[in-house]
């Protein structure tokens, strides 16, 4: 949703983009109309990553296997672990594997404030700092700038310095 078109530039030129997904979005919304119950609800969003991993040329798709925790009263947004230390591990020890060179994650404002995303960058962060002058390039979606399509969902405390023309993936 916010890193695709990039996702499918770097595939569509050699890069090899493996996916890691902290969740698999079971506390998220079943859509109006429903597309499947709550409890089928991790099952279908696993299904669909799986299918966007395809389509954008994916290498490779890792679910660390957090729960997704429910949307709560007045539409309240929770993340998904506060133990960043662990998560920042675990996606050290993904970076190692894939001998990843750059890390794309959500930026330092969570796009919309998503307390799940802000944990992401933040464990992101953590972990790329970890392997100090070995350290892969660390990259944040959907950062600032003028003339952004979708500026509500920018992350106005990461300015872009790189902003890619995606039109020929768009589709």
């Known amino acids: 949703m916010l890193a695709g078109g990039t996702l499918a530039l770097l595939s569509r030129n050699g890069v ?8 698999r979005g079971e506390g998220g919304e079943v859509g109006e109309p429903p597309l499947c ?3 089928e609800l991790g099952a279908q969003r ?6 966007a991993v395809q389509t954008l040329g994916g290498r490779s798709l890792t679910f660390l296997d957090y729960s997704d925790p ?3 009263a007045d539409n309240e947004l929770y993340s998904y ?3 960043l230390t662990y998560l920042a591990g675990q996606v050290a020890a993904t970076i190692k594997q894939f001998g990843a060179k750059a890390v794309i994650t959500h930026g330092v404002n969570g796009e919309y404030g ?8 933040l464990a992101a962060s953590l972990a ?3 392997f100090r002058e070995e350290a892969p390039l660390l990259y944040t979606v959907s950062a600032a700038f003028d003339g952004h399509p979708k500026p509500h969902l920018s992350n106005p405390d990461n300015p872009a310095h790189l902003v890619l023309d995606i039109q020929s993936v768009l589709d």
């Open 128 to 130: 790329v700092e970890s």
């Open 16 to 23: 090899q983009v493996h996916y890691l997904c902290a969740t």
């Open 70 to 72: 429910r949307v709560g």
């Open 114 to 121: 998503h307390p799940a995303h802000k944990t992401s960058y």
């Open 46 to 51: 696993e299904q669909e990553m799986i299918c």
């Open 81 to 83: 672990t506060e133990n």
């Open 37 to 39: 119950t709550l409890e």
